[in-house]
């Protein structure tokens, strides 16, 4: 891939905008769990095709058209409830069976928007009748957290990044992937919300286009805020005033700084510890007198030490996310996972603020390496961007429950 192509896109759309380890499983101590409740009315069923979604212009979408939604209460398929069992490799090199288990009556809901999944193209994506590329980021950052919440995912027409051919995008690109996602919102809350406290979620350019959304829609609106238990807005560029925790990308949402908190914002980019945010890295970096938020994700989820769990999908739609190296043979799960095996701080390294990711072996430790690094997206400054949310997935399920219980809706206690 060009990497001035991903640089020059990156840097318009980023300019332009402005307690259970496995989430369900029994093992969960239930510190901060609700008993599950009645399920909320049952959605009429509407089985999806979308054959129709093609060439679809630049008109308003009609977020009403359950086609339009990858997740969404009463989708046949409703894709945030696919299989996402892992296979658990022991620090002994035996292996169990994880299951994550859907909350039967969430009590909250998570509004997520995926990253960038159009690779070679340019402009927008107008066609939704092949939705198999997003599947890379969605059951590995979106779906795993229905065992908490309601998740609902629009599709939009996201801005495509060309190989090769410099990647050069217009502010009209970018405010139509934009738009899309601020209607799905809208149409979101007026008919689909009914009051719910929820959660905002994205990744790359799905995270751009929520903190536009947050800094334009939900920071200078008290109801909205009140209503937003969190957003995880990673890797991408929420900014701060130096040393400061609000001010930057917004006025009144602050950055998260305390276990439960609420209303407030979790950001981070990942790189491997021993290979730094290049000086040409538009990840960690913003101008000076601003900071990059990295998020303190050990005090976040009361958890110091490694993370709880950190998870490898088997293969990806896109080969260009798929790591170096090979995963244990044998494992027919659609996940691996290793717990405690590896470590994230957030660091700053020549004005850089990002979370540095190293492996964290104890003495008695005999797993290999898992394939978590890519040559080459860190040659061209992106570290461990794709793998944002697997690294610190577990952690990322716990804050975002001990959240919930402060606000007041804590997810269910997992049964069993």
Known sequence: MSKNGWYALLSVALCSMGCGSD????????????????????????????????????????????????????????????????TEIMKDNSRKTVERRLAQSPAFDCFYVYPTVSIGGSGNVEDFSDINPTLDPLLNQAAPFAGLCEVYAPLYRQVSIGVGSGGITSAGDVNLAFGDVEAAFQYYIEHLNQGRKFVVMGHSQGTLTLTRLVSQRIDPDPALRAQMISA????????VPEGQRVGGSFQNVPACSSAGETGCVIAYSSFPADAPPPATSIFGRTQAGSEVICSPLGVLAQNPGRFRGSYQPLEFVNPIFQPTGTLPEGITTPFVVYREFFRGECTVTDGAHYLAISIDRTADDQRPDPPYRSAGQEAIGFGLHVADYNLALDDLIEIVRLQAKTAGVAPECPSG
Do not use: F, M
């Open 23 to 86: 989430g369900g499983d029994s093992e969960h101590p239930g510190s901060s769990c609700r008993p599950a409740g009645t399920q909320r009315p049952a959605a009429t069923t509407t089985k999806i095709d979308r054959s129709r979604l093609t060439n679809l212009g630049t008109a308003p979408l009609d977020y009403s058209d359950p086609n339009l939604w990858l997740c969404r209460p009463g989708n046949d398929p409703n894709l945030c409830h696919a299989d996402l069992t892992a």
């Open 232 to 239: 995880l807005l990673i890797g991408g560029a929420v900014v």
